[in-house]
Nanobody
Framework: QVQLVESGGGLVQAGDSLRLSCAAS????????MGWFRQGPGKEREFVAT????????SYADSVKGRFTISRDNAKNTVYLQMNSLKPEDTAGYYC????????????????????WGKGTLVTVSS
């Protein structure tokens, strides 16, 4: 049974940083690309960042490029999202996702290509 469990969300002020974590179980983690997507109030779920199975390639949405960093630790079955210089428009539920495959990170930027999803963690950024 595949489980993705996110943690690290919370309420912060604009300009602050947060690090989200996603712990995976029930999968051979090193054969999965991983990603973070987010869904703001009244909005569709959107791509934030993805990372390939080995961590050698990453891909970011333009809105977070230069502020967010995705990384993974295959020994710990965990993927991270370091979020710096947070803005109120980053307020959203953040969802971890996994996709079985060995393609480069950008291939998984579409949520329809992800096989498994976590339940999300809420990030609220006040101005």
């Amino acid at each position: 049974q595949v489980q993705l469990v996110e943690s690290g969300g919370g309420l912060v002020q604009a300009g602050d940083s947060l690090r989200l974590s996603c712990a995976a179980s029930g999968v051979t983690f090193s054969t999965y690309a991983m990603g973070w997507f987010r869904q703001g109030p009244g909005k569709e779920r959107e791509f934030v960042a993805t990372i390939s199975w080995s961590g050698s390639t990453t891909s970011y949405a333009d809105s977070v490029k230069g502020r967010f960093t995705i990384s993974r630790d295959n020994a710990k079955n965990t993927v991270y999202l370091q979020m710096n210089s947070l803005k109120p428009e980053d307020t959203a539920g953040y969802y971890c996702a996994a996709a079985l495959g060995l393609s480069s990170a950008s291939y998984y930027n579409q949520r329809g290509r992800m096989n498994y999803w976590g339940k999300g963690t809420l990030v609220t950024v006040s101005s």
